[in-house]
């Protein structure tokens, strides 16, 4: 039994998100941001939309298990060995997900003018009915979520230090996206561990 099991679904039909809350005290998720914020390979995402090539002001790094290839929007990144913090992250994401995982995209967002826009994780190496953990650092920040047919929405606002998991049909048939603020002024670091299927 998990000691988080009274958590409910965010999403009303087509799939499963919980909030776990904080799994961090303040205190352990402010030293877990500014020792990510130092020791990860933070480097800006690049996609290749229509031929033409972006770069995006958000940071990314990409840390897994093994060497994984790992392509989205048309490029292709190679996931770097863990380090001491994301080990201990994802043990204890894993022991309150039940769940193992073998990898994690970071995201850094360095002020709320930064976010991400529409999408679902349904990348094929993620396989179907894939669980993604998301733990948040730093500001809070709004999550949505639109249905894919009806574009019915949910939001949710992500506490530092806090768990979401997406699960279930979720990428199948809901879009999530982090919207742009002017109000967020602050840093935000977004961890999401993965389980690459291949
Ligand atoms: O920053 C977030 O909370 C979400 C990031 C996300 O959706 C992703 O990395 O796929
Ligand atoms: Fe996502």
Redesign the pocket.
């Known amino acids: 039994m998990d000691l988080f099991s009274n958590t409910t679904n965010l999403l009303p039909y087509d799939g499963e998100t919980l909030y776990y809350g904080h799994i961090l005290s303040i205190s352990e998720a402010n030293r877990y941001f500014e020792a990510l914020m130092h020791n990860i390979a933070w480097q800006h995402d690049e996609a290749i939309i229509y031929g033409k090539h972006y770069i995006t002001k958000r940071k990314v790094a990409w840390y897994g298990n093994e060497n994984y290839n790992y392509t989205y929007s048309n490029t292709t990144k190679q996931a770097l060995p863990w380090t001491p913090e994301l080990i201990a992250l994802k043990q204890l994401v894993e022991n309150i997900t039940g769940t193992q995982f073998n990898s994690c995209?970071l995201?850094l967002?360095h002020t709320g003018e930064e976010g991400?826009a529409w999408?679902s994780?349904d990348e094929k190496a993620l396989g179907n009915n894939t669980i993604?953990a998301?733990l948040?650092l730093g500001a809070a920040?709004k999550?949505s979520f639109k249905h894919k047919k009806t574009a019915e929405k949910r939001d949710i606002i992500?506490e530092p230090g806090s768990l979401?998991v997406m699960q279930g049909t979720t990428q199948t048939h809901w879009l999530?996206?982090?919207p742009p603020t002017k109000t967020v002024k602050n840093a935000?670091i977004?961890l999401?561990f993965r389980s690459i299927v291949y």
Do not use: A, G, K, P
Request: charged letters at 20%.
């Open positions: 995209l995201n967002y991400m999408h994780d993604i998301s948040s920040r999550f992500l979401l999530h996206r982090l935000r977004n999401t």
